[in-house]
C-alpha cells in the first residue's frame, strides 16, 4: 500500500513539473483578439463536415479575464505550444481545429493562465465526455471502450468526437406519446443499487419487472457526471456528460429507448444548485479565499439547505448553461423530463428569485424544445407555501412530502398526521417513500402497533394496501424502488452491517433483496402482485378515468376504513386497523371485484384488518404473474459476489480502507489495490 501510495504522488508530481515546464516556452505570448464565430459561445461546436470543432470557454474572475489560454491535448501531443493559443473575445476564448478524422476521439483541456498568473488545467465546461484517473477502475469494467487517461491530464480531461455517428433511436422513442403529467407513476431508483449488476446493463435486464409493476415512468437519480464512481450522483461537476460509472452514452440512449418501447417515460434527477470543487468553473477560482473572485458562485447561499459551491443563477453564462443543459437531454437523449433537486436553491446572488429562473428554465430550457416535457420540483424552504402554488399554476409539479401519514398507517398507528389528503391533488407528486424518508416497512418491523412487530404477513399485507391509496388519489405518484416488495431494512444500515442504524451509512450500498429471497417469498410476491394490479388499473387499464376527479374521498386521519371513489367506475376501500374487521356499504350501481378475479360483486363487504378491495363498474380483468423475477436476468457474478465478498475495515499507513474480497478500496470507493 505504502509502495503503491509513492508511486502515485510520484506521477503526479512529474506531470505537474512537466507541465509548469510547458509553460515556460511560451511565456509572454499574448493572445490574438479576434471575434468569435456567430452563435458560439461557451462549449464545443462541431462542424457539419465532420473534421473540425470549435472550442470555446468563458475564462475571467470577476473583474479580470484570463492573461491567455492554451489548448492541451492529443492534438498537441500534450505539450503547450503558441500554435494552439485560443483567441481572446472578451472574457471567452476560443480556437477552431481543422483536419480531424470523423470518428475518432481526442482528449484535450484548457491551459488557462490567470489574470494573477495563477495556471490551471480545465476540462471544457459542456463537455459531452469525460475522463478520469479513476477510470482505471470501475468504469473500465463498466465499459471497456472507455479511451485511456492521458498522462499530461490533470483532473477531468474532455473527449470529443467530430463525425460521431448517429444514434438509431426507434419509432417508440421518435413516436413516443408522454402520460398526461397528472397521471405519473413514477419508480425512483438509483441504478448503482437497484441492479444486481450495478450498471445499466444490470438495469436493462430489470425493465421487464418495472414494466410488470405498470408504472409509466421511470425517475433515475442524478446520473450527470459525479465525483468519484460510487455516489448518489448528488455531488455534480459536469451537466452535459452522463457518468460513466453506469455505463456508456450509447447504453444510456439503448436505456432510454428501452423504456419508450415499454411505454415507460424516463424522468432525470438534476442537480443545478450546486457543483462541486471539479467542476471546470469552480477549478478555475476555487473554493475558500478565491470563491469571493468567482462570477459562477455565490460565497454565501442566499438559500436553505445549500451544499458544495452555491451556483449563481443570475450570472448570465450560468443560466445560459443550466438552459442548454435542459434542451441537451431533452433532445440528444430524448428523455421525458428532469426533477431538480433543491430547487428553491435556484437563486442569483439574492433571496427569494428561485421562482423566476425556474420559470425562466421552463420557458425557455423545457417547452422551447418539449412543451409536454415534465418538470418536478423538489421545492422546500421558507416560501413554499407561496411559491410552490405559483410553480404549480405555471405548468410545473412539486413534490409532496407525505411519507408520514403512511409510515403511520404502516405501523398502524390511526393518529398523528396519517391522514391522505395531502397526496389527493394535482400539480404534485406525492409518495410513500423516497430515497430521502425512511422505510415504510423497516419502521412496522421496529414500532408496529400489535402485533405488526413481530407478525411478516400482516405487516406486508399493508404494503398494496398504502400503495393503493396513494397511486389510486388524484395527482402523480411515486414509489421508491423496492417499496412493492415491502423492504425492510433502514435507509441508515448498508450491505455488510444490514441490521446496524448508522447514518454513515445513509448513502451507502443496501442488502440485496435478491439475495435474501424476497422475490420468491410468498407474503412479497403477494405485495408486488397487488401493487402492480392497482397499479395497472390506473396507468393501463384505465387511464383516461384518473385524469379527472375523485368524485368521493374519505382518507381522514384516524379513520380504520377509508375509501376512494372515481364514479362508476372505480371503487377502492381498505381496513387500515389492526385488530377490528370493518364493513362497508358498496356504492350504488354494478360492481366487479377487481383483485377477486373481477367477479360481480354483492353490496356488503367485511374487511380483515390490512385488507384491500378494489371494485370497478365493468368486468377488469387484473394482471397475474407467474415469476415476478425472472431467474434469466439474474448477474450470478454479483449476486455471489455479494453474498461471499464482505467488506472489512482496515487500517494501513493510518487511514481507513475497506477489504473486499482481494481487493482493496478507499472509502469513497475507489479502488487501490
Not at 398504502?466 to 414509489?479: C, E, P, Q, T, W
Request: glycine content about 8%; aromatic content about 12%; hydrophobic content about 35%.
Amino acid at each position: 500500500m505504502r509502495k503503491l501510495f509513492f508511486s502515485l504522488v510520484g506521477l503526479c508530481i512529474l506531470a505537474l513539473s512537466t507541465y509548469a515546464a510547458n509553460w515556460n516556452t511560451v511565456t509572454g505570448v499574448t493572445p490574438t483578439e479576434k471575434a468569435r464565430p456567430a452563435g458560439v459561445t461557451n462549449g464545443i461546436y462541431y462542424g457539419a463536415d465532420g473534421t473540425s470543432v470549435t472550442l470555446c470557454t468563458y475564462a475571467a474572475s470577476k473583474t479580470q479575464s484570463a492573461k491567455r489560454v492554451f489548448l492541451l491535448g492529443d492534438m498537441t501531443n500534450w505539450q503547450l505550444s503558441a500554435d494552439y493559443q485560443l483567441y481572446k473575445d472578451g472574457n471567452y476564448f476560443w480556437i477552431t481545429l481543422t483536419g480531424l478524422t470523423p470518428g475518432q476521439e481526442y482528449r484535450f483541456q484548457y491551459a488557462v493562465e490567470r489574470a494573477d498568473g495563477v495556471k490551471k488545467q480545465i476540462s471544457d465546461l459542456y463537455s459531452e465526455k469525460v475522463i478520469h484517473p479513476d477510470d482505471q477502475y470501475e468504469p473500465k469494467s463498466v465499459d471497456p471502450t472507455l479511451i485511456d487517461y492521458p498522462a499530461g491530464g490533470d483532473g477531468y480531461v474532455t473527449v470529443i468526437q467530430p463525425g460521431k455517428p448517429a444514434f438509431q433511436w426507434s419509432d417508440a422513442t421518435l413516436n413516443f406519446k408522454r402520460p398526461n403529467k397528472n397521471n405519473l407513476v413514477i419508480y425512483e431508483l438509483w441504478v448503482y443499487d437497484y441492479t444486481e449488476g450495478r450498471s445499466l446493463k444490470g438495469l436493462m435486464k430489470r425493465l421487464d419487472y418495472i414494466q410488470n409493476l405498470g408504472v409509466n415512468a421511470i425517475e433515475l437519480m442524478p446520473i450527470c457526471e459525479f465525483d468519484g464512481n460510487y455516489n448518489w450522483g448528488y455531488s455534480p461537476n459536469h451537466y452535459f456528460a452522463p457518468d460513466r460509472a453506469y455505463g456508456s452514452e450509447e447504453m444510456y440512449k439503448t436505456f432510454i429507448d428501452e423504456c419508450h418501447k415499454r411505454g415507460m417515460a424516463v424522468i432525470l434527477d438534476m442537480v443545478f444548485n450546486h457543483a462541486t470543487g471539479l467542476n471546470p468553473m469552480n477549478k478555475l477560482y476555487p473554493y475558500g479565499t478565491e470563491l469571493s473572485n468567482n462570477p459562477w458562485f455565490n460565497v454565501n447561499a442566499p438559500h436553505s439547505d445549500n451544499v458544495y459551491e452555491d451556483w449563481n443563477h443570475g450570472f448570465a453564462p450560468a443560466k445560459e448553461m443550466f438552459t442548454r443543459a435542459l434542451k441537451y437531454w431533452l433532445t440528444e437523449y430524448k428523455v421525458d423530463g428532469f426533477r431538480l433537486d433543491l430547487s428553491h436553491g435556484l437563486c442569483s446572488d439574492q433571496p427569494n428569485t428561485s421562482v423566476a429562473n425556474l420559470k425562466y428554465y421552463y420557458d425557455n430550457g423545457v417547452k422551447a424544445v418539449a412543451p409536454d416535457a415534465y418538470m418536478i420540483l423538489e421545492h422546500w424552504g421558507g416560501n413554499m407555501a407561496t411559491e410552490r402554488p405559483q410553480l404549480v399554476n405555471y405548468g410545473m409539479q412539486c413534490w409532496n412530502n407525505t411519507t408520514n401519514a403512511y409510515c403511520q398507517t404502516a405501523m398502524g398507528w390511526l393518529k398523528d398526521g396519517d391522514g391522505f389528503g395531502e397526496a389527493n391533488k394535482d400539480g404534485y407528486v406525492s409518495y410513500c417513500e423516497s430515497h430521502d424518508e425512511e422505510r415504510m416497512q423497516y419502521k412496522a418491523k421496529k414500532y408496529g402497533n400489535g402485533d405488526l412487530q413481530t407478525n411478516t404477513a400482516a405487516r406486508l399485507g399493508r404494503v398494496p394496501e398504502n400503495v393503493a391509496f396513494n397511486v389510486l388519489l388524484n395527482g402523480s405518484h411515486m414509489l421508491w424502488m423496492w417499496e412493492e416488495i415491502g423492504y425492510d431494512f433502514s435507509i441508515n444500515s448498508e450491505l455488510d452491517h444490514p441490521n446496524d442504524y448508522n447514518e454513515k451509512y445513509r448513502c451507502n450500498k443496501k442488502p440485496r433483496p435478491e439475495i435474501r429471497g424476497y422475490f420468491t417469498n410468498a407474503n412479497r410476491v403477494a405485495a408486488f402482485t397487488k401493487c402492480a394490479q392497482v397499479i395497472t388499473l390506473r396507468t393501463q387499464l384505465m387511464p383516461t378515468v384518473f385524469e379527472g376527479n375523485p368524485t368521493s374521498v374519505s382518507i381522514n386521519s384516524g379513520s380504520k376504513l377509508r375509501k376512494i371513489q372515481w364514479g362508476s367506475d372505480v371503487f377502492a376501500v381498505a381496513n387500515f386497523d389492526v385488530t377490528g374487521n370493518q364493513s362497508v356499504t358498496l356504492p350504488s350501481g354494478t360492481w366487479y371485484d377487481y383483485l377477486g378475479g373481477a367477479v360481480k360483486a354483492n353490496g356488503t363487504y367485511t374487511l380483515t384488518p390490512g385488507e384491500l378491495k378494489v371494485f370497478t363498474g365493468s368486468p377488469v380483468v387484473a394482471p397475474t404473474f407467474a415469476d415476478i423475477q425472472k431467474r434469466e436476468t439474474q448477474d450470478v457474478e454479483e449476486v455471489q459476489s455479494d453474498q461471499v465478498l464482505r467488506s472489512t475495515k482496515i487500517l494501513r499507513d493510518g487511514h481507513i480502507y475497506i477489504l473486499r474480497g482481494n481487493n482493496i478500496y478507499t472509502i469513497t470507493g475507489t479502488r487501490v489495490q
